[in-house]
């Protein structure tokens, strides 16, 4: 059966044997084609995309090593204790904003806030070895408040380091990648990378986030933003390509809008017609008219 399996599909059955090993009570997710597995005792939610990811970069002969140290580290998580299970300044330097698609689990994140159209921001503690996403169950046991940790993360998330930003010429757009799981959510603050990355725009910036290690952009003006069609249909194209999958699935398919004065709005993606034919659309909205095509930024 194994030679039936692939590489992936391989690797996350060791995970799962690995883990029902060590006795705890489990459930196993599986969302937008990705696995992981809910501690049922605390509610803590860990995605094995990034185990998959690390060991296929390794020697098949070292499969069961890495599974063995990522199994280390949840154990080490599910026994920092009954309540707090981390303490203050661990969740300081741990908790992120994260983007999650608005369909992961609405129950599991109750507590996340709308993002854009698709999209939420939630929360997640990352540490040298996981990362680990808080659901509703595991918030209730940090030992700060949802405010303060969303004020908290969002700042840590600003930190992220981004591996590569560069110009795709065809496209007039821009990109952000790294290897980090957060490069997409640091679009939860604009300004910042307005600071440290894109600059002065003054009629704001159409961006997408096809998966959480891409972000990409353009800046607009009254007389250039008919050529977002370039850009929508990259992101469009990332999101949707097949036999190469977004690592961490797909977030969001979605061009969006960031006005000066801070509004998120969907400017681009595929809808479906009156006749029932889906296509990649151009849509300005409110924002998006008033600053842009009339140029009253």
Known sequence: MDEELTEDQ???FMAL???KATGLAYTVLMRHGQYGIRVDSIGLELWLTSLIEDALELPESEWPNRIDYWLATVVEVIEHGPNPRYSEDEVRTAIRTRLFRADEDPEAFSYARPFADGLVLGLALDSPRTVANVTSKLLGTLPLGVDALFELGQVNTDQETIDDAFEIVEEECHGLIGDSHFVA???????????????NAPYGVAFGVPNRHTLLYRTLDKETWPGVTGIASLVDGIAHREGDPNPGGVLSSHLYYWAPECTIETLA???TDVDGKTTLTIRPGNAFTQFVMRGFG
Do not use: E, M, T
Request: net charge positive.
């Open 269 to 271: 993606g595929r809808f």
């Open 10 to 12: 391989r690797l996350v």
């Open 185 to 199: 959510s640091r679009a939860a603050n604009l300004p910042s990378l307005l600071r440290d990355y894109i600059g």
């Open 17 to 19: 044997d690995a883990f």
